[in-house]
């Protein structure tokens, strides 16, 4: 079904606009304790369902090769070795880049630059991973498959960067193998104003980088298992990294076998209380 420019930019802003308030709403029941942070699974939710919004609102449904390519095996295969690749590429940098800022730039900028009274810290590696710690980094990664990158991938580039894809040339631009239009660094875009409009951070801004990475990645492999990985990978290691150099309120408690079983079965008793 073909749409006038009006109602696909009618669909696209009042779905985004809608599923940010949604999920700002569920994040502020959760930070005041209304909710227990499991329910942060509805967020993930939220993004799985807006196509299938889009889809009975409008009638527009994305191609499931883009969502959940098939057979899955040999994409998923195909995904991680091309996600595999990105982070090697991206990271050899990215590391000590990440080093230099925490233990010295963030501090040198704010403190000599701008003047600020209370400067951003200057923190050294000095976190240790137990096995405790890595059973926690195990499930927070699992957490940024599921419910984070897959959920989000879904929702941008899955849905808004293939959707606004019929209002520009999706051939306009070409890097490095992949052809795109307007439609990759507007989704870019807003998805980075997304993160600020549930809960605003100011390193949020730089938010916009990964997501042209993560864009790019959808035009170049044609479906969204690559950017997912590298998604859950990215926001895992700032997770580990974080924890690693101390930044207040990033320390991982470590979990224990007896916690993670309680945790997994507390969805079970949930759903038994049901019936």
């Known amino acids: 079904m073909k749409h006038s420019v009006a109602r696909i930019w009618t669909e696209v802003l009042a779905l985004y606009l809608g599923s940010c308030l949604l999920i700002r709403a569920i994040k ?3 930070d005041g304790g209304a909710l227990g ?3 942060l ?3 993930a939710l939220v ?3 807006i196509p299938v919004v889009a889809e009975r609102w409008g009638g527009f449904t994305v191609n499931s ?3 959940f390519p098939s057979p899955l095996g040999p994409a998923l295969w195909k995904a991680a070795r091309f996600s595999g690749g990105i982070i090697l590429l991206i990271y050899v940098f990215f590391l000590p880049g990440y080093h230099v800022c925490q233990t010295w730039l963030y501090h040198w900028f704010s403190a000599d630059i701008l003047g600020m009274a209370r400067p951003y810290g200057e923190f050294s590696p ?3 991973i137990t096995s405790g710690v890595a059973l926690t980094i195990g499930m927070q990664a699992l957490y940024q498959l599921l419910c984070v990158g897959y959920a989000e991938e879904f929702f941008y580039r899955g ?3 293939t959707r606004l894809a019929d209002l520009f040339d ?3 631009f070409s890097l490095f193998g992949a052809q795109f239009g307007w439609a990759l660094p507007i989704t870019a875009l807003l998805f980075t104003l997304g993160h600020s409009l549930v809960t605003f951070q100011w390193w949020q801004p730089f938010i916009l980088f990964p997501a042209l990475v993560f864009g790019w990645m959808r035009a170049k492999t044609g479906n969204i298992l690559a950017a997912a990985l590298f998604h859950a990978f990215a926001n895992t290691a700032m997770i580990v990294l974080d924890h690693i150099y101390g930044l207040p309120g990033s320390t991982l408690e470590p979990t224990s076998g007896r916690d993670l079983l309680s945790d997994l079965a507390a969805p079970l008793r949930w759903l038994a209380g049901l019936f």
Request: glycine share 4%; net charge negative.
């Open 126 to 128: 000095n976190g240790t």
């Open 28 to 30: 502020s029941l959760v």
């Open 170 to 172: 999706p051939n306009r």
């Open 159 to 161: 849905y808004m960067q």
């Open 65 to 67: 090769d883009i969502l």
């Open 37 to 39: 942070s499991d329910w």
């Open 47 to 49: 993004f799985l369902y």
């Open 41 to 43: 699974v509805l967020v």
